[in-house]
């Protein structure tokens, strides 16, 4: 391929994307405004219409800015491809530190730091101007600039070392570098599962060990019956960044415990957190999470190769605005292939978007399932209007558009389906009633 064919490539994926994406939002505006008046049939004894309207103020909001992050994100994509950025910032670089690993080092972190000084004005004002708006901010000015310095400390020292071994590998363990380096790389995200909740995350948020001993004697309970076993039950401080409430659990192997945000204990009854954790217990114990990473190492495998061939091919470079370092040692190429493809991916790879969601909302209703199956399901259902009404969470988006970028079903699918099982339980039981009364005499 010519550098001038991939680059018209590269355009052509890139218009395709933002008109996509463009047309998909648009959808959603207007579907969720045409239904802005209304309750869904459905929800109208459930949520009252100030709720609904907010939610679609919200969503419509949240619509909107995304547009121009798009086109934000856009403007900076053809920056520092086409338009030299990257040439240029990998020029003042290498002046600077000459060939080697210090360039290559130096570069990714150049680029890092530029990329978030542009996402800085739009992460400020997602944060308190949009989610204020809307009541869901909780966070100060402070703890933003102190989450942002943490994340930088804590992504340098795990990124570093990681990128340096990965650059290692790339420039002197042959044609196979690609597989070490997803070897690496996987046994990295599986330490992360190990390290991230009793290192990480402690550094941000508050654990505490839930103090409610009925709701921790109902939660056991629930445990037992489904065969999970813990490490901890903990509340978490959310409240401090967010009036959004969720659960969850993490670690891995032995390690496993629980989370409940502490604006979900404050808004749910006792059997509706029971619920709502049936359903988190679900993609444990139905295997989601194991098949999402089997899933996750097979499609990095499959882009690090694709990377281990793109990186020796010149067109990949000067079709998208950069001139390789054409030195004795190519391997000082190496950072800057490993940006150009992080920046190009996306484009090439948007359109199959959808196939993602499919799998996730497949695994979101077997989880409803689960825990339809281990708790009352009108349990899980009024919990869950819950929290799409303090989420603001729109009940009626365009289906296209979920469809390209929501990983759970719609509202109405979603409780659809439980409201479904609830009737065939109650068919089941008037069944087994049925073949329990004697046979009426004939005759």
Same mark, same amino acid.
């Given at each position: $391929?010519?550098?001038?064919?991939?680059?018209?490539?590269?355009?052509?994926?890139?218009?395709?994307?933002?008109?996509?994406?463009?047309?998909?939002?648009?959808?959603?505006?207007?579907?969720?405004?045409?239904?802005?008046?209304?309750?869904?049939?459905?929800?109208?004894?459930?949520?009252?219409?100030?709720?609904?309207?907010?939610?679609?103020?919200?969503?419509?909001?949240?619509?909107?800015?995304?547009?121009?992050?798009? /086109?934000?994100?856009?403007?900076?994509?053809?920056?520092?491809?086409?338009?030299?950025?990257?040439?240029?910032?990998?020029?003042?670089?290498?002046?600077?530190?000459?060939?080697?690993?210090?360039?290559?080092?130096? *570069?990714?972190?150049?680029?890092?730091?530029?990329?978030?000084?542009?996402?800085?004005?739009?992460?400020?004002?997602?944060?308190?101007?949009?989610?204020? %708006?809307?009541?869901?901010?909780? $966070?100060?000015?402070?703890? =933003?600039?102190?989450?942002? *310095?943490? &994340?930088?400390?804590?992504?340098?020292?795990?990124?570093?070392?990681?990128?340096?071994?990965?650059?290692?590998?790339?420039?002197?363990?042959?044609?196979?570098?690609?597989?070490?380096?997803?070897?690496?790389?996987?046994?990295?995200? /599986?330490?992360?599962?190990? +390290?991230?909740?009793?290192?990480?995350?402690?550094?941000?948020?508050?654990?505490?060990?839930?103090?409610?001993?009925?709701?921790?004697?109902?939660?056991?309970?629930?445990?037992? %019956?489904?065969?999970? #076993?813990?490490?901890?039950?903990?509340?978490?401080?959310?409240?401090?960044?967010?009036?959004?409430?969720?659960?969850?659990?993490?670690?891995?192997?032995?390690?496993?415990?629980?989370?409940?945000?502490?604006? @979900?204990?404050?808004?749910?009854?006792?059997?509706?957190?029971? #619920?709502?954790?049936?359903?988190?217990?679900?993609?444990?114990? +139905?295997?989601?999470?194991?098949? %999402?990473?089997?899933?996750? =190492?097979?499609?990095?495998?499959?882009? +690090?190769?694709?990377?281990?061939?793109?990186?020796?091919?010149?067109?990949?470079?000067?079709?998208?605005?950069?001139?390789?370092?054409?030195?004795?040692? @190519?391997?000082? &190429?190496? #950072? $800057?292939?490993?940006?150009? =493809?992080?920046?190009?991916?996306?484009?090439?790879?948007? /359109?199959?978007?959808?196939?993602?969601?499919?799998?996730? %909302?497949?695994?979101?209703?077997?989880?409803?399932?689960?825990?339809?199956?281990?708790?009352?399901? &009108?349990?899980?259902?009024?919990?869950?209007?819950?929290?799409?009404?303090?989420?603001?969470?729109?009940?009626?988006?365009?289906?296209?558009?979920?469809?390209?970028?929501?990983?759970?079903?719609?509202?109405?699918?979603?409780?659809?389906?439980?409201? &479904?099982?609830?009737?065939?339980?109650?068919?089941?039981?008037?069944?087994?009633?049925?073949?329990?009364?004697?046979?009426?005499?004939?005759?």
């Amino acid at each position: $391929m010519s550098s001038f064919a991939f680059s018209v490539l590269f355009v052509v994926f890139l218009a395709i994307t933002l008109v996509v994406r463009f047309w998909l939002s648009s959808r959603q505006i207007r579907h969720v405004l045409a239904h802005r008046s209304a309750v869904p049939a459905e929800f109208a004894e459930k949520i009252p219409l100030s709720a609904h309207q907010r939610a679609a103020d919200y969503t419509v909001a949240k619509t909107k800015f995304g547009l121009f992050s798009m /086109l934000v994100s856009a403007a900076v994509l053809i920056g520092f491809t086409l338009l030299g950025g990257l040439q240029l910032l990998s020029n003042i670089i290498f002046n600077w530190a000459g060939p080697g690993m210090v360039y290559q080092l130096g *570069l990714l972190v150049a680029f890092g730091a530029i990329s978030g000084l542009i996402d800085l004005p739009l992460d400020y004002y997602k944060q308190f101007v949009l989610e204020a %708006r809307f009541g869901f901010n909780k $966070m100060t000015v402070r703890l =933003f600039f102190t989450d942002m *310095l943490k &994340n930088t400390l804590i992504g340098a020292a795990i990124g570093l070392p990681l990128i340096w071994v990965v650059l290692q590998l790339m420039a002197k363990s042959g044609g196979l570098w690609w597989f070490y380096a997803w070897l690496v790389f996987s046994a990295f995200q /599986l330490l992360m599962l190990v +390290l991230y909740p009793t290192v990480i995350a402690p550094l941000f948020n508050k654990f505490t060990p839930l103090n409610d001993d009925s709701l921790r004697d109902r939660i056991e309970g629930l445990m037992k %019956r489904v065969g999970f #076993a813990s490490k901890g039950l903990f509340v978490m401080d959310g409240s401090k960044r967010s009036a959004h409430g969720n659960a969850y659990f993490s670690g891995f192997g032995a390690g496993k415990r629980i989370v409940f945000f502490d604006t @979900l204990l404050a808004r749910l009854a006792p059997h509706e957190i029971e #619920a709502v954790l049936a359903h988190e217990l679900g993609h444990f114990k +139905l295997k989601h999470i194991t098949k %999402r990473i089997v899933v996750m =190492f097979a499609i990095s495998l499959a882009f +690090l190769a694709l990377l281990g061939y793109l990186k020796q091919q010149l067109w990949f470079y000067t079709g998208l605005g950069v001139n390789p370092l054409l030195l004795a040692d @190519l391997s000082n &190429n190496d #950072a $800057m292939a490993l940006i150009l =493809f992080m920046l190009a991916l996306p484009i090439f790879t948007f /359109l199959l978007s959808p196939l993602s969601s499919i799998s996730s %909302r497949k695994h979101e209703f077997e989880a409803d399932a689960f825990a339809a199956r281990h708790t009352d399901a &009108n349990d899980l259902v009024a919990a869950l209007v819950k929290l799409y009404e303090d989420n603001a969470s729109t009940l009626t988006p365009d289906p296209l558009h979920s469809a390209f970028y929501d990983s759970h079903p719609p509202a109405s699918v979603r409780i659809k389906k439980l409201t &479904n099982k609830l009737s065939d339980k109650v068919d089941d039981k008037l069944d087994d009633k049925l073949d329990d009364k004697p046979m009426a005499a004939h005759g």
